[in-house]
């Protein structure tokens, strides 16, 4: 009998060289805190505190059924219409809710399953090139997809803009963008995507723009990719920051209407359809505008806070009028230092260098706690920036 506890677990190589999610290490420090019973003032995770609107609650909870059945992949009419209503308003996108536009069980699946109809590991085109520091999700959904990872260095001075001279058109065959810029805040202008969308037709590349911050702003309104290409593209919409729905797992993808049809016949197989009754609150969610503004307000407070409270310490960060993120260059350069030592104040942060290469040297603060936990958070840490005991 051949003797299995001595050899190894065989595994996908690509999990064996991605090791664990970078903001797992996060996680883990700050329960082991929590159970030492350490208050925390948690800008880690991208989590908001705020409550889900009452409606779209009412919403979810009528359209619980007495028996459950399997939900469609394709979702629910009133779902794709309410999103096309929305994207109509919005952006001024007119959509075909039944070519058009698929549901998801949130963007982080959506945005990883997204290269599975399009690459694979025989393909002489395979590449699929994301900005760094960026979402780790492009990368990993890259790889597992057969696909070839082509990280594109983002730098201040360029504004956070992925350099499109920097793309190889010979390797490239999906380009994600994403803007407002999750973990810096960057915002991109008009002119810029509509060079990214020439640029992409002019070389038959995909082009994938994640807009899950779009709506979270405080200026001018930003831009969807789908107001100036429809051709070979798709945006990926979310209600997890929009709507306060994280854990609703609701999103939503839209563009072409052949990459959608590639879409909607692999995701039955996949199984990811979302519960009728988180359709029917999503339906709910992108119905109405008016809870949106009111976070936006709450956001928008958060965000004058820390930058007043940078700006007295002699921090320095990345001016941002969008995300609920804040981009912010660390005293030493060492962010993972810093993290660790603002941690021990019960101030919890994203060190940068966790979203990849070019994420050194930062750390990103999250506005997710209430306006009374950020004010306290704030002083704890001018306390510490000015060498005062806590």
Same mark, same amino acid.
């Given at each position: 009998?051949?003797?299995?506890?001595?050899? /190894?677990?065989?595994?996908?190589?690509?999990?064996?060289?991605?090791?664990?999610?970078?903001?797992?290490?996060?996680?883990?420090?700050?329960?082991?805190?929590?159970?030492?019973?350490?208050?925390?003032?948690?800008?880690?995770?991208?989590? /908001?505190?705020?409550?889900?609107?009452?409606?779209?609650?009412?919403a979810l909870i009528e359209a619980v059924p007495e028996v459950s059945?399997?939900?469609?992949?394709?979702?629910?009419?009133?779902?794709?219409?309410?999103?096309?209503?929305?994207?109509?308003?919005?952006?001024?996108?007119?959509?075909?809710?039944?070519?058009?536009?698929?549901?998801?069980?949130?963007?982080?699946?959506?945005?990883?399953?997204?290269?599975? /109809?399009?690459?694979?590991?025989?393909?002489?085109?395979?590449?699929?090139?994301?900005?760094?520091?960026?979402?780790?999700?492009?990368?990993?959904?890259?790889?597992?997809?057969?696909?070839?990872?082509?990280?594109?260095?983002?730098?201040?001075?360029?504004?956070?803009?992925?350099?499109?001279?920097?793309?190889?058109?010979?390797?490239?065959?999906?380009?994600?963008?994403?803007?407002?810029?999750?973990?810096?805040?960057?915002?991109?202008?008009?002119?810029?995507?509509?060079?990214?969308?020439?640029?992409?037709?002019?070389?038959?590349?995909?082009?994938?723009?994640?807009?899950?911050?779009?709506?979270?702003?405080?200026?001018?309104?930003?831009?969807?990719?789908?107001?100036?290409?429809?051709?070979?593209?798709?945006?990926?919409?979310?209600?997890?920051?929009?709507?306060?729905?994280?854990?609703?797992?609701?999103?939503?993808?839209?563009?072409?209407?052949?990459?959608?049809?590639?879409?909607?016949?692999?995701?039955?197989?996949?199984?990811?359809?979302?519960?009728?009754?988180?359709?029917?609150?999503?339906?709910?969610?992108?119905?109405?505008?008016?809870?949106?503004?009111?976070?936006?307000?709450?956001?928008?407070?958060?965000?004058?806070?820390?930058?007043?409270?940078?700006?007295?310490?002699?921090?320095?960060?990345?001016?941002?009028?969008?995300?609920?993120?804040?981009?912010?260059?660390?005293?030493?350069?060492?962010?993972?230092?810093?993290?660790?030592?603002?941690?021990?104040?019960?101030?919890?942060?994203? /060190?940068?260098?966790?979203?990849?290469?070019?994420?050194?040297?930062?750390?990103?603060?999250?506005?997710?706690?209430?306006?009374?936990?950020?004010?306290?958070?704030?002083?704890?840490?001018?306390?510490?920036?000015?060498?005062?005991?806590?």
């Amino acid at each position: 009998m051949r003797k299995t506890d001595a050899t /190894p677990l065989l595994l996908n190589p690509v999990l064996e060289r991605q090791g664990e999610y970078p903001l797992l290490r996060l996680d883990e420090r700050r329960e082991r805190l929590k159970e030492q019973g350490v208050r925390l003032f948690d800008f880690g995770a991208g989590d /908001p505190r705020e409550p889900t609107d009452p409606g779209i609650r009412q919403a979810l909870i009528e359209a619980v059924p007495e028996v459950s059945q399997y939900p469609s992949a394709s979702g629910t009419r009133a779902l794709r219409e309410a999103f096309c209503g929305w994207m109509e308003r919005r952006h001024g996108v007119e959509l075909d809710p039944d070519a058009e536009v698929l549901p998801a069980s949130g963007s982080k699946e959506a945005i990883f399953h997204a290269h599975l /109809p399009f690459l694979h590991h025989t393909h002489e085109r395979r590449g699929v090139a994301y900005g760094t520091p960026g979402y780790p999700v492009y990368e990993r959904g890259a790889l597992f997809a057969g696909g070839e990872a082509l990280p594109v260095r983002l730098r201040r001075e360029d504004g956070f803009l992925l350099p499109l001279e920097a793309v190889d058109p010979e390797r490239t065959r999906i380009l994600w963008i994403n803007y407002p810029h999750n973990p810096t805040g960057a915002r991109a202008p008009r002119s810029y995507l509509e060079e990214v969308a020439a640029f992409c037709e002019e070389h038959d590349i995909l082009l994938f723009s994640d807009e899950c911050y779009n709506e979270i702003y405080s200026g001018d309104p930003p831009p969807s990719v789908l107001e100036f290409r429809r051709k070979r593209t798709l945006a990926f919409c979310s209600l997890s920051k929009r709507s306060g729905m994280t854990g609703y797992r609701s999103a939503m993808m839209a563009g072409d209407a052949e990459l959608i049809s590639a879409l909607r016949k692999l995701r039955p197989s996949v199984g990811v359809a979302s519960p009728a009754f988180i359709q029917a609150a999503a339906a709910a969610a992108w119905s109405d505008d008016a809870h949106v503004e009111e976070r936006r307000r709450i956001f928008g407070r958060k965000r004058e806070l820390f930058v007043e409270f940078f700006r007295r310490a002699g921090l320095d960060f990345l001016p941002t009028d969008a995300t609920f993120y804040l981009w912010v260059a660390v005293p030493g350069g060492d962010d993972e230092a810093y993290a660790l030592r603002l941690l021990e104040e019960g101030i919890v942060v994203a /060190p940068g260098r966790a979203f990849g290469p070019g994420g050194e040297g930062y750390i990103r603060v999250a506005l997710v706690p209430s306006l009374e936990e950020c004010e306290e958070a704030i002083a704890r840490w001018e306390a510490l920036a000015a060498g005062q005991p806590c």
